[in-house]
């Protein structure tokens, strides 16, 4: 595991984590962000442009709309920066690590400008609303920035950044959901895809600045979120991973019949697509998690058992503080009901270290949570507190910096244990994985991960990517299983 200031991540790059994981992922903010790579090179397109994203999946997903609007407007694509007319960094708020990556890099940005003076920078996402002044006037570091919900715009803006002035849109939006745009896949390793069902979110956790960034909640319509899992599927994809702040909260109302749609109807009609499409959302929030999703996903095998559901804290006191409105005895009975309904269900969380006011046994009750809840994996972060949230203007930061870091140390030793007993409760088992691809660390071995979420390398032999296949599992490591094919034939998928 890679420590990396305040941020702990499983895997080692930032590569890996996006093509190894289903859960909403965070890419490590101390390294440079992912240069975003299309499926297919433009080569002949006469402007290209390069875009950098940092963040959550849901930002790699935004960075997939955008390459589509500019692919529209005759925009190729390029990882290589010095060739780029049009460079973009899209960006995370969420600690303050990310926004000071992102600047560093726009310092690099603005040094290449120099020796290429047509080129433009543009800043995207999350960090656009709060840091527009400083990054447009005062440093003179961008030449456009463009918010979350005002991408469709970008065509006008860069015409405007091309005649000198500067281009700024960060209006939020109440209805904009992208719904018709088909993302161009980046980074796609033509197996699994990411899907976004919703954008923004309401909840106001104290901590986080996602409300104030990203805007209020509003869902997309099922017809679109279908046709684009149907398309992935006819283009060869076998996974889909719906994406949203707060999945269990998405809710559609149909405008002609009124009829009302639930992330509970959403997920069935999505695995009936097809059984050999296999279904993953993330992020679960612990207060919106239904029974319903629960038995539906015991209903359909090719949803996914695997639950990426946040605690952030084992303490109700601190709980209580973050706004999270669920209790740690809430939060363990949700778990409780997972475990029934779903025996062998994957489950991984995110916490955070030293929030305002965390005393010893706050953080006590953080590690014994832990141990009951038995996590396959975490997020973990140390408390970094956002200009503009409740808890910036309410709270005092007042947890010291070594105490912090100390706690977090003792979370991701907890952790560590944990995965690694889940992991060598699978070593003998027999499981079914989706081959997505040559593995990381050897041309012999293919990888791809069980239903529960976890990632298996197996020597490759006759198989082929996109493919089905059981694997025994033979050994492990914390983070890896090994394994070897063991049928060519596989369970039977349909419910
Ligand atoms: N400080 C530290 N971690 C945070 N997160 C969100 N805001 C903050 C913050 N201010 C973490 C939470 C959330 C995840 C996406 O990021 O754990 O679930
Ligand atoms: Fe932030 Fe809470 Fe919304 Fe997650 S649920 S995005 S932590 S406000």
Redesign the pocket.
Known sequence: MSHAG?LLFLLCSTQSRMNQLGA?K?IDESRQGTALQPEEPSATSSRKCYIESYG?QMNFNDSEIVAAILKEQGYGLTTDVAQADLVLINTCA??EKAEQTVRKRLQEFKSLKQNKADMLVGVLGCMAERLRHRLLEEEKLVDLVVGPDAYRSLPALIAEAESGQKAVNVLLSREETYADISPVRLNSNGVTAFVSIMRGCNNM?T????PFTRGRERSRSPQSILRECEELFEQGYREVTLLGQNVDSYYWIDPQTQQATTFAQLLEMVAQINPWLRVRFS?SHPKDITDEVLYTMARYPNICKYIHL?V?SGSTRILQLMNRTYTREGYLKKVERIREILPDCGLST???AG?CTETEADHQETLSLMDICEYDMA?M??????PG?L?ARRYTDDVPLEVKKRRLQEIVEKERTLALKNMQKEVGKVRTVLIEGPSKRSDQDFCGRTDQNKMVVFPKKHYRKGQYVNVRITGCTAATLLGEVVEETIPEMVA
């Open positions: 305040d909403t965070w959550c969420i600690r956790c901590f986080c600045v996602v992020t946040p952030q995110d916490i955070i929030f997020y972060f140390m408390y970094s507190e956002r949230t808890a």
